[in-house]
């Protein structure tokens, strides 16, 4: 049973830095697909950027040019660099593994002064 593992959220301030990690575990299969979705309150879950294993990248038009998606397909981890953070960043971001289709926990990121 494939299992994902969050970390690296917190708070920052508006125009700072975090980098989210992603660890998948218990994979019998390649993971075709790694990529990290939010949700903040009141809205939907939406898309961030996602990963293929031969490296195409999509980003969400909301944080192309400021957050980076990244993955070692041999440890099977996939990271999300975010920079100059805005206030409107503020969900929790989950980490979403395909195949099986299985979501991490969810780690809360918080932009604010």
């Known amino acids: 049973q494939v299992q994902l593992v969050e970390s690296g959220g917190g708070l920052v301030q508006p125009g700072g830095s975090l980098r989210l990690s992603c660890a998948a575990s218990g994979s019998r299969f390649s993971i075709y697909l790694m990529g990290w979705y939010r949700q903040a309150p009141g809205k939907q879950r939406e898309l961030v950027a996602t990963?293929?294993?031969?490296?195409?990248?999509n980003y969400a038009d909301s944080v192309k040019g400021r957050f980076t998606i990244s993955r070692d397909n041999a440890k099977n981890t996939v990271d999300l660099q975010m920079n100059s953070l805005k206030p409107e960043d503020t969900a929790v971001y989950y980490c979403r593994a395909v195949p099986p289709n299985v979501w991490g926990q969810g780690i809360q990121v918080t932009v604010s002064s």
């Open positions: 990963i293929t294993q031969g490296g195409t990248i």
